[in-house]
């Protein structure tokens, strides 16, 4: 069995669903010959021709529309968006056509669509190469946010990401793309969308994270496990649609809650499971839902970027807010 | 002799060939700190400022504003200060050309990046050097192994990911027969589980809120098996506990309907002075089958009728009453998720069939929800028929801004004392609760009477 990184698990799950697919095509930028910028394409030209991996333009509406025109017509284009901050051009043909195709044709039509994007900050990249956007399309209906936080869910969300029926913008986590391997086996094992994923069990707080906070959280939670509290790691995975059930079980057990993301705090996702706890679980609360977060402000470049992320101590002291709040 | 150390061009974009020297922040001869701008370049994409790779003297500087220079050509020479602290070696500043490792830090060979004498392409070398894996930035690489450990919550031991597809599948981990090594609870019996129906969720009750989703943080106890043996479903012997020792439950959140219950409920305990009368409705003298509540519901018309102070509502704080010329009968409909007392409306109107007709309606519309908000209020008087169930007399509560609310028990047939002997009759237990602010107790035992009348009534 491989012990591989992350960015290797996404190529994995896409040789793995090429090669029993036929269906399955990948395109973008670079992502043929030269294998992608984080090589995450690495070798599936030379193994499945150039008729199913892609060199596009470089022309990110191309690549979204061709994306859109292919998965209508029954193939499963898997797209690559080079950077998550290069999204922006795609966002009228996935809001305005993949993420409503099925309710336009009263379901006679759909996306079964896959765009990936590396994701967030961490690496001193220029700008426009750090964003963390996902907010941005969880506020549109019809289109699944998928964020895997380890090489395994990597894997096995990308595989359930392109064999779902419908679109879903897989956002990689750039930073942890090869900080950590993992067993992960290639056995085409899907994970399963739509639920989170509960990574540590205890009494006291409740972390919840997504995408390369996740491994904060964790440290975190390693953190406060010394000082005797008990931290419940929550990895949502999929953002949308939210399985807001398994966090609510958990804050009812722990009244309290932190939310962890990279992307700036105002109308972040972590937003909207906050409205969701003070809207379902107001009285299971102990203490205030707290954010830790990135700041309202563009990531800035990377001798500040490590101050821009949220750390393990922020959210740490977030937890000991809460402790402390009852 | 000092340490000069070469600073090669970084790649200042994205795989970007070049770039041209706008101007330097620094002459040869001066000393520069780490960071600080070294000079202006002009890529095809910007200019920018490069920043200087060490704290020391700058010896000389390759090339003047208005040069070209090739990614990974040399740009400038350091002296570093020994006594200052620099950059470790193996730190990447985030700029790099090409998959070339720890370029722009001292740890680069020079001899690996070769300029042609033309200044064409530069060898960029790829097979004999690690790829990073990327063009831009610089990214963490490690080899650490991690494991993802199986937990063990509810005595079910499972992966993150197993919990994960338990849940996804509607499959109650807690009744999962585990085949993985120590216990373990593996993907494929969870799969299993699935295909066979032999440990669905949702075979307990249906709990309010939330669904079923997450039950495994709080596991139900598994559903009795039809045959009780002395092992457990994960296959350990079957612990057993004395009686003494009670499991304690976890404090559930009232929602909804019953969390409204309880408001109003404590909202009329601290309002009304309730009294309650009760009697029997002798029931002895009927002809044939009778449709009970339609009997009742026409019995307190009659009453409200003959004693209006009770089909009539109370302001306490203003110490008003308004008497109803109308009927509006609350009738309390035990449901789940709480008490709901929809109206029947206008009762003094109906007939036997429109009242069956009216109760049918109300019935149905609250166990399907789709009952509006305005017919679970405005209602003059109400009913409570808990004797369907079990319970002759009672102590309903009124509910302000009501008078008086009426509790049919469960008929029976009672031994009665007659002129002349012993018969046995069937009985109605009517109790009548009523707020004493609003009513005298001589009020309440007529329209007590008049009910009683009319139910004994033959038709």
Known sequence: ?326 | MADIKTFYLPDLGEGLPDATIVEWHVKEGDTIKLDAPLCSMETAKAVVDVPSPYTGKVTKLHGAAGDIIETGAALAEFEPDPNAKQRAEAESTGHHHGPKKGAGSAAAEPKKVVASDEGGEIDNGTSDREDEGTVVGAMVSGSHVHVEQASSVGGVKAVPAVRALAKKLKVDLTRVKPTGADGVVTMADVKNAAANGSAALGAAPARSVPASAGRHLAPQLPEPEPSRTATSLAGKPVRTAPPSVQASGQPEQLKGVRRNMARVMADAHAQVVPTTLVDDADLHAWIGKQDITARLIRSIVVACKTVPALNAWFDGKNLTRTLHPHVDIGIAVDTEEGLFVPALRNADVLDGAGIRAAIKRLRTSVEDRTIPASELSGYTISLSNFGMFAGRYATPVVVPPCVAIIGAGKLSHDVVAVMGGIEVHRRMPISITFDHRAATGGEAARFLKALLDDLSAPN
């Open chain 1, 1 to 326: 069995m491989a012990q591989i990184t992350l960015i290797e698990a996404v190529t994995q799950a896409l040789a793995y669903e090429m090669a029993h697919d036929e269906s399955v095509v990948v395109l973008g930028e670079d992502v043929g010959v030269n294998g992608g910028v984080f090589r995450a394409t690495q070798g599936l030209q030379e193994k499945f021709g150039e008729l199913r991996v892609l060199d596009t333009p470089l022309d990110e509406t191309t690549i979204a529309g061709v994306t859109v025109g292919l998965a209508a017509q029954g193939m499963k284009p898997v797209a690559e968006a080079q950077f998550e901050g290069f999204i922006y051009p795609m966002m009228e043909q996935i809001a305005c056509h993949a993420a409503r195709m099925r309710n336009r044709t009263r379901g006679r039509i759909t996306v079964p669509a896959v765009w990936r994007a590396p994701w967030g900050g961490g690496i001193r990249a220029p700008e426009h190469h750090s964003e963390a956007n996902e907010h941005l399309f969880t506020n549109i209906p019809g289109l699944r946010v998928v964020m895997p936080s380890s090489p395994a869910r990597a894997y096995g969300l990308l595989l359930a990401a392109i064999r779902d029926p419908d679109p879903v913008m897989f956002f990689e986590p750039k930073r942890i793309y090869r900080q950590y391997k993992e067993e992960v086996p290639d056995d085409g094992e899907a994970l399963p969308l739509d639920v989170c994923f509960v990574l540590r069990d205890g009494t006291d707080v409740t972390l919840v994270s997504w995408g390369a906070q996740v491994k904060e959280a964790l440290e975190a939670a390693d953190a406060l496990a010394e000082e005797g509290i008990s931290a419940e790691v929550i990895d949502v995975a999929t953002l949308t649609p939210l399985d807001f059930d398994t966090i609510a079980e958990s804050v009812q057990k722990t009244g309290r809650c932190v939310i962890v993301h990279e992307a700036p705090k105002t109308a972040g996702f972590g937003a909207e499971i906050a409205a969701r706890l003070a809207e379902e679980c107001m009285y299971d609360l102990l203490a205030p839902v707290e954010r830790v977060s990135g700041y309202d402000t563009h990531i800035p470049l990377f001798r500040l970027e490590m101050k821009y992320m949220p750390s393990a101590e922020r959210v740490v002291d977030a937890a000991k807010r809460a402790l402390a709040a009852s």
